[in-house]
């Protein structure tokens, strides 16, 4: 009979995503892994072979969470510009209040683009995003348009608080998203 697992994989894979945000995908190692979670390395084979496939059953649990994120926001926003809004600005939290804590986010998207797999993920989510912002916008004559050109502001306004660094992300992302509304009159 198989003993008890002492960690949950859900457990387990926080503490690799943890890692790859604090020092890169490349310090997720079985050793580093088993120094932060006790666990032997030969443990961290079994249960998952190889680093690759170790990085990327955290990289996918890190999806699955923020899938289950965005759509309980996607369920409790307005269908309107403001509903819109609320929804990327909920999405932004996670940022921190640093560019350091932003910019280890970018590593998990590095190895995003890197992986056909987690790359699709990333795809399905920004399709999620597209859907949920067009509902937002049926009052326009092109709301997908609208919404990829939505989306590309957010993910703008990230970037460029993350130079700037002008106070907190949200009350900068929130402003930079009703800049654009204006900008559209609505």
């Known amino acids: 009979m198989p003993r008890p697992r002492t960690l949950s994989d ?12 604090a020092e890169g995908p490349e310090a997720a190692t079985f050793s580093a892994v088993s120094k932060a979670s006790g666990l032997s390395g030969s443990t961290l084979v079994q249960r998952f072979s190889t680093k690759t496939a170790m990085l990327r059953q955290a990289l996918l649990h890190a999806w699955d969470e923020l899938d289950a994120e965005t759509a309980q926001l996607c369920g409790s926003i307005p269908k309107t510009p403001l509903g819109a ?7 932004s939290q996670n940022y921190g209040d640093s560019a350091a804590v932003y910019a280890d986010g970018l590593r998990l998207l590095r190895e995003d683009f890197r992986d056909p797999l987690l790359q699709a993920r990333g795809a399905a989510w920004g399709r999620t995003l597209v859907e949920a912002i067009s509902a937002c916008f049926v009052t326009v004559s092109r709301p997908e348009v609208t919404a ?3 989306l590309a502001q957010w993910q703008g306004s990230l970037l460029w608080w ?7 992300v949200v009350p900068y992302v929130e402003a930079q998203l009703q800049e654009f509304l204006a900008e559209l009159g609505t």
């Open 10 to 21: 859900q457990h387990l894979l926080d503490l690799v995503l943890t890692l790859i945000h």
């Open 85 to 91: 809004v609320a929804l990327l600005v909920g999405l």
């Open 148 to 150: 990829r050109l939505m």
């Open 162 to 168: 993350g130079f700037e660094v002008d106070g907190p």
